[in-house]
């Protein structure tokens, strides 16, 4: 069996251990380089113990000269403009190349926005926004992909069936959602500090989160239409997990059975999403360690409004797991290679 | 110093648990008599273990005879309907009543449709709702309590000042809760079983919980104005606290210091009502066994909407808190009497 | 490639949840029949939702007949006495039979003091006790195997290689054992409610758990001394993990390097036992989900003990991994088929 | 009533901001002045948002003019070395002094052993270890008390009544502690990240903790025997709460009851020693957010064995709530003015 030589950038925070857990399940792949610059030199087990005795690979600088010759993926999971910076030295060598940071995300007019000037926008046009159900099509053909933000995933795969077929108003959306504390990093700080965080709930960036412009432009970009939202994030004292409750206006009166049609027509061949039965939503633990999108949905015909609920696992679907479902698609690999685990539950 | 003599029917869930508690820092009351039928006559430490040598108290049946003659005060911790059959037989008993469950909460319509006929509407009629900020002096003249919902004190408080002083629409108000486990009581379940909630995060009874109607119905009692809202719990893997995520369309462009402004000439005697500071929003942690309802606002001028966050502790402030609260009003002492500890943080 | 055909009886608990997902993963074997007398004709997703959409089989009463002619191995996950009950009825069929609960575990006597007569003892004299890496052996010649305790696990594997060489006393053995909620089911109960553990600590059945004769026995017949052992388990507030502090008397003065050396060489073909580095320890988070078993030791060569210490996953290594393992051995198929995962981290 | 003025130094951690929430409730004190040199001239509400509107105290620096003239007491709560270098400035006026820091804990060799030569011994000379049940004497008489260790607490209570009645033995006492993370204080690190400690369990620092000798140095000198311990620190993933689980060898074949009537007899005065019936045993979250310390004990007589098990709050009779205890007993109060609150249960 052919096994393609990876490459992960940014190896020691969790996206990049999750990156590590699902390929060690990935039957066509083999990790070659982890790079992680303050740990360069270090085990990987030293960063993380939990592959003590397992995974034997050494932490490398940072470089573009240190990424073999023969690497066929690249998977940079650095902090943001670290990502476009190295991305923009290696774009010429023949790789396949996924983003899991912000860089690529956003068009030169909202990047500037929020983060700045961009610092290789012609890069920025031939990425792929790499929400896999949605892209797929752009993402098998792409060199690099721009792996979504864990927030929009949980906020643009439900609402996209939605507003692509014209059942819902796009603008009056609200998306209520709640992630557990790995979404924050590995950093310390007093903000993720265990006593601070435990038995506590709060809302966090209130009207200002770098994912809302992500969320509007790509519903935006996907449907045609100009997609305004409310968005607020909120921690939850949990590891992983991200549920969004999102409140929309309905055009017409559908009922509950009404738009769970509309979501299983859309997502028939999608192995990866999964809508609940009339009266059943969502739980972020159904969802734990795979890379499944929960959907739920109750309607209120009489007023024209509808509640939708979706669970993903932040580390998986919203990050290394979708990143390696990307990768299979750029590879012609099935889709579900390697990422086809069931939910750790409990 | 005078000494009021409390009785607690149903002493053996989180609230009466938490009644206790309280009572035993307040100056001017004795516990002398508690019920909880299916362990009477057992010690109270031997169904709370934390109460072990240091509450010395024999549970016993519910009985209206069994509450002593002198007892000045009844708190009624009981399951729906069990409390408005024995309040119905102990009121003309010259006695304060307050019922912490919510046979009284709802006008006899709205209890029809969500509970059934009501045992005794003409008690019903004569309940005050007992929301302390709003309606202190009502309280002060009742014989009987309604204590309100936990849900529905998280959204009540935030929203009655915006909705009396005209600020915002009465109708498209989203309100998004969170509520910690112990909100649920102590009936063991499936639904409250460790390792379901752990780790999980889930929304429930989408569209279609009790507290809806007494938040509509209390909100429009007290504004004048037909309130609607939609409400959609969540239960998170805390002990205590609910986190209420409340937006609203204003009226007018107010920012979000003009919203605070509201709140703080509203609240300016409410010693346990605190309003945050611009760019500040509260944490259920920060409340933990206290009797704090903090607000937080955050406006978007531009499109004319807000976000308005609330903490309460379920426990406390949501129940046996804002019971003591009541009792302090209708005894005519100082309303933080017993009640004024700091939250207990972390 | 051979699929093996798999019936797992008692579906609705959490070892057999866990058997399904890892049986999922798992290239050689199918699961053709689960049951669940109390939720006989429900879809399992009914009672497992994280399943939903992803498996699809239908739990049975559990009856001899029941279960397909051309099952090949038979999973038991049952309340103790359920199984002895039924093995005994399908112990002639041509199936290897794995049961995870406590029937075949302890010796007659054993049996008796503790549970009472056994219901057919013949069959517990054929029955292997199914700790992997020191039973080898006689489990792949095995029909039928009783699948070890959680608790015992963590504590054999640790033990074992001190005392079959020699190193340290048979008596004055002390472990302190700590486990996740799962350990003990998912009946609702109080002591299982989440608001009675959640942020709490215990000990409970001080000096009279069940699993201490198992321990007892099995490492005495697996090195020919009598040990004994003093066993407290404590219950921690997580899903999912035991750890256990092993105070042990050294017959010499071992340094902690001598230790470490005696379980390197003991070990040396055992890809599930990762034994620590001096001066580093096992975290019960470092091996969630997975089914390794680590080991860390720190001796005190003046006053000639050491303290030992070591974590599993109860649900796998501790349960259904460890049966899974069992298979393996049993089916002659390599050791580690579907179940070399990596930890679930964080 | 006459008011005490308090000085806390050290306000920032969670020891300080327990203090303010404890003497927030005694009726014989007022805080006068709180320290925090990183955060010196900022509101207290900025640096612990839960007692924002509530307490309004400014941060000073910490400098010994700074501590105003008529200050009666003082409160360290400062890194070790930081707290010697203070209280050897101030020790000569006219104050009272209560050091929660280790500065004051050890005699001098084994301080010397443990941090390296000792600032200022001859105040290390006049300092009285304030373990309150046990020397309240000259707790009574000091001018300076080192406030003990949390495991130092939840150990030497337990330990000192059998010793000191001569029923176990003074060596081969082993120590097995669970803590959990707010005795790690509030600096962050990746130790207390809160995704590294959720849903996890470790032993730390194992056979090398500072709190070893302390036990040991305080059990040797109160019984006059020359005690000697073996001590494991773990880690609970949970805010409050020491569990200490205790196996000790007896001298003859005492019952569990005779142990408990020891127990019984050695703190019938100590209002906040709750002993246990026998099979009944502590719980952490059985005395969160009190002064109690709860002791359970088991005997096995057979093999001259007992286990015993306290639970305290590692931050109430852990730290601050056993600081104003002796604060207190030094000024003539009663022992529990204002720390006589119930447990914040759940």
């Known amino acids: 069996m052919h ?3 990876v490459s992960i950038l940014g190896a020691s925070g969790y996206t990049g251990s999750e990156l590590i857990r699902l390929l060690h399940q990935h039957p066509n792949t083999i990790i070659n380089h982890i790079t992680a610059s303050k740990h360069a030199n270090k085990e990987i087990s030293e960063v993380f113990p939990h592959l003590n005795n397992s995974i034997n690979l050494k932490l490398e600088q940072l470089a573009p000269s240190n990424i ?8 940079a999971a650095l902090p943001h403009g670290a990502s476009a910076e190295i991305i923009n030295k290696i774009y010429k060598r023949d790789i396949k190349i996924i983003d899991l940071g912000a860089d690529f995300r956003l068009n030169a007019k909202n990047y500037k926005d929020w983060y700045g000037d961009h610092p290789c926008t012609e890069l920025l046009d031939n990425a792929v926004y790499g929400i896999s159900e949605l892209n797929k099509e752009q993402i098998a053909t792409a060199k690099l992909v721009a792996n979504p933000g864990c927030y929009p995933t949980s906020a643009i795969l439900p609402l996209a069936p939605l507003l692509k077929s014209g059942v819902i108003n796009e603008d009056n959306i609200i998306i209520d959602s709640k992630s557990g504390v790995t979404g924050a990093g590995r950093s310390p700080s007093l903000d993720t500090h265990f006593s601070e965080v435990n038995e506590g709930f709060k809302a966090y960036k209130v009207g200002e989160h770098r994912h809302c412009p992500e969320i509007e432009q790509q519903l935006s970009d996907y449907t045609g239409f100009d997609v305004n939202v409310t968005f607020t994030p909120h921690l939850i004292p949990i590891d992983r997990g991200i549920l969004s409750t999102i409140y929309v206006n309905l055009k017409e009166k559908q009922t509950t059975s009404d738009l769970i049609k509309v979501y299983e027509d859309f997502y028939k061949n999608s192995h990866f999403i999964r809508i609940y039965p009339e ?17 739920g949905v109750k309607s209120n015909p009489e007023n024209k409004t ?10 998986v679907k919203g990050a290394s797991g979708q990143a390696i479902q990307n990768m299979n698609i750029m590879l012609d690999l099935p889709e579900t290679t390697g990422i086809n685990g069931l939910p750790l539950y409990p």
Chains 1, 2, 3, 4 share one sequence.
């Not at 009266?279 to 499944?292: A, D, I, L």
């Open 3 to 5: 096994k393609y030589k």
């Open 279 to 295: 009266g059943k939503y969502p739980n972020t633990s159904y969802v734990r360690g795979s890379n499944f999108c929960d959907i």
């Open 68 to 75: 073999p010759e023969d690497t066929d993926v690249v998977f």
């Open 306 to 315: 509808a509640i939708i609920i979706s669970a993903i696992d932040n580390l």
